[in-house]
Each structure stands twice: as structure tokens, then as C-alpha cells.
């Protein structure tokens, strides 16, 4: 067979295949992609806490960016309920120690994992209708240096999922433990 007809089959057979596998169109997810530290995603962020209304659920190995901080003890004080799942062994670091006091003072809720170390999900569920998620840490290195991503989805589906996420690790007494 020449070269031609291979090329025009294969073309065909990926034209079918794209067409049978096409996702359908409420599968599309609205997403922000921001990149660190050109895109400021700590910034978008402090942004996302200042408008929340209902709650925000926080779950990452590091918080330490003093605007972060600032914007949850805000949304607190709003009545907003904001709580926090973190690493136990990020407490090794005085700034993650003076953000969590902070944070404490102020009556969020806390908790650290029992697994030090492993906590690598980096996500945030703000009203039931936007979460985050990515590498991003909300720390004064990644919203400064670090080479970042963070993914702001606006859609009912994957956020419905990271809140079921995070109130599975809440309610798991077995693996997380409250902060003082």
C-alpha cells in the first residue's frame, strides 16, 4: 500500500476515534491556569478568600504568605467557615508555626496529618462553587520564587469532589489530628 493511503487511513481512523470518544460539551471545565510567580496566583488567592461568603476549605503542605493569612482570619471574622488541614512536619518551620497561631487566635479550625511529610494535595474549596488545585503551596517562596501552577476551576462538578475530598480527611481521626 502506498505511503498516501497509509497516511489518509490513519487520518481517517483518528478522525473516527475523535469522534467517537468526543467528551460531552458538560464535561468542558471553566479553569484559570496561573503560573508562579509571573501569574501572582498568590494574589488571585487572597482575591478568592476576600469574596467568600459560606466557607473555605483549605488543604496544603505549607501556609505562610502573610496575605494569605491575613485574608483567612478576615473571612473568619466575617463568619465564613474557614478551616485547614496541614503537615505536621511543616511545623518545623517558624513561619508555618506563627501563620497557624495566627490563624488559631483568630478560631480557625486546624488540623495536621499523622503521616508526616505526605500531604501533598495543594487545593482549596471556596462556596461550593470555585476550587483550586496544583503545586502551589501558599507560602511567601512559592508566591514569590518558586516556579508554581495553580488551576482555579469554576464549575459545580470537580468542586462538589475536592469538598467531598476535604471532608473525608476531616472526618478521618485515624490519619489527621486537631492543632493544639
Known sequence: MPQ???????????CVYLTAFKAPESASFPAEVLYAPEDRPA?????????AEKSIFLACYGITYPPIVKALVAAKKRGVDVRIITDREKLNDKNQRAALKTLNIASVPIKINRHDGLMHVKQAVVDDHVNTSGSFNQTSSAARYNDERLDVFHDAGTTHRAKEKFLKMWGDHARYEDWR
Not at 43 to 51: C, G, M, P
Open 4 to 14: 498516501s493511503a497509509r497516511y489518509l487511513i490513519s487520518i481517517c481512523l483518528l
Open 43 to 51: 494574589d488571585r488567592l487572597v482575591q478568592l478568600y476576600e469574596a
